[in-house]
């Protein structure tokens, strides 16, 4: 049994920083691309960023200056961290793990449920 538990998720104003992370209860997780994707409200899910077992990072071109993914071996964690959030980064962030290196929503094999982000004055 696979489960991503996203958290961190919240409201914040622009200009704000915030992590949001996810923690996979399968240790075999570890070989597997960790990903973060994005639902915006009435728009569909999209590519942020992963991390693949190496460690090798990877962002969508419009956020890798704000974005930064990370990894804890360990702790079996990723965690996102967004800088300047504005306000067309509300969204709800899921955490995806698939055996290979993607972009697309249809290479992960397992989702979290989701936390939502908010980015409003």
């Known amino acids: 049994q696979v489960q991503l538990v996203e958290s961190g998720g919240g409201l914040v104003q622009p200009g704000a920083s915030l992590s949001v992370s996810c923690a996979a209860s399968?240790?075999?997780?570890?070989?597997?691309?960790l990903a973060w994707f994005r639902q915006p409200p009435g728009k569909e899910r999209e590519f942020v960023a992963s991390?693949?077992?190496?460690?090798?990072?990877f962002y969508a071109e419009s956020m890798e200056d704000r974005f930064n993914i990370s990894r804890d071996y360990v702790k079996n964690t990723i965690h996102l961290r967004m800088n300047s959030l504005k306000p067309e980064d509300t969204a709800v962030y899921y955490c995806?793990?698939?055996?290979?290196?993607?972009?697309?929503?249809?290479?992960?094999?397992?989702w979290g449920q989701g936390t939502q982000v908010t980015v409003s004055s």
């Open positions: 991390i693949a077992w190496s460690g090798e990072t």
């Open positions: 995806a793990a698939g055996p290979r290196i993607s972009q697309s929503k249809n290479a992960y094999n397992y």
């Open positions: 399968n240790r075999g997780l570890n070989t597997y691309t």
